[in-house]
């Protein structure tokens, strides 16, 4: 990825608030790759354990996969959000570039991952599996598509297609909280809630993706060059 020169000035305040929210999500997913990594690595085996056991059976039947899932998961939303930081792209320039790769390389794996859990760890049925299937596919296109447009050189699309597969990845972190509400009502069983659960989540996430885009984004005509990433 190359240094992006063509962003417009974005008031403090807004920003500060979008990186709030996204350091949190961040922190969120984190916790939750953390947590299920230990669960499938070493078990719990208390019997309060035994609800989030019963549910966290797919994983476990499947750990290998998972695993392959959760942890280029965990390196990818620790290291996207410097790429969005001025000051590392203009003083470390190669390492923002090599990180970029990284990066993609990374999000192909917890794409295509993700596509494979979908039909062997789904919670929430059919209505999980269509939220995860069309989700994982539009992180897999967004990272096509900002790929794609570095190599050709155009900066402030690359940027916006970035912030896009953002705004999928931390999707599964906007659920948790959705999630924790649901069983909070206590009116619905998880088979039940947890497909709508992603839908808003992943939906939520993407779209204040899209809000910022077109908040603090440069026009859609300046795509000036810069060296090839």
């Known amino acids: 990825m190359s240094q992006p020169s063509t962003t417009l000035p974005v008031p403090k305040r807004p920003a500060r608030l979008v990186w709030t929210l996204t350091l949190l999500l961040c922190a969120i997913g984190l916790i939750v790759a953390v947590r299920r990594t230990y669960e499938l690595v070493s078990p719990p085996e208390h019997p309060r354990f ?16 998972t695993l392959l899932h959760i942890l280029p998961a965990a390196l990818f939303i620790v290291l996207m959000p410097l790429q969005f930081v001025g000051r590392i792209r203009t003083r470390h320039l190669a390492w923002h570039r090599w990180s970029g790769r990284l990066l993609i390389a990374l999000g192909i794996i917890v794409g295509t991952s993700a596509l494979a859990m979908t039909y062997t760890t789904p919670i929430g049925g059919v209505n999980e599996i269509a939220a995860m299937t069309l989700f994982a596919t539009l992180f897999i296109i967004f990272l096509t598509m900002g790929f794609w447009n570095i190599r050709q050189r155009r900066i402030a699309r690359h940027r916006e297609w970035m912030i896009r597969a953002f ?20 009116r619905l069983t998880p088979h039940e809630f947890f497909g709508t659960a992603f839908w808003l989540g992943f939906t939520l996430t993407l779209l204040g993706a899209e809000m910022w885009i077109h908040y603090s984004g440069s026009p859609s005509g300046s795509n000036a060059e810069a060296e090839e990433g």
């Not at 797919?58 to 996969?65: E, N, P």
């Open 50 to 65: 035994a609800a989030g056991a019963a549910l966290n059976a797919g994983f476990a039947a499947h750990r290998s996969l």
């Open 167 to 186: 705004g999928v990845a931390l999707g599964i972190a906007t659920t948790r909280p959705i999630v924790a509400l649901f069983f909070a009502v206590g």
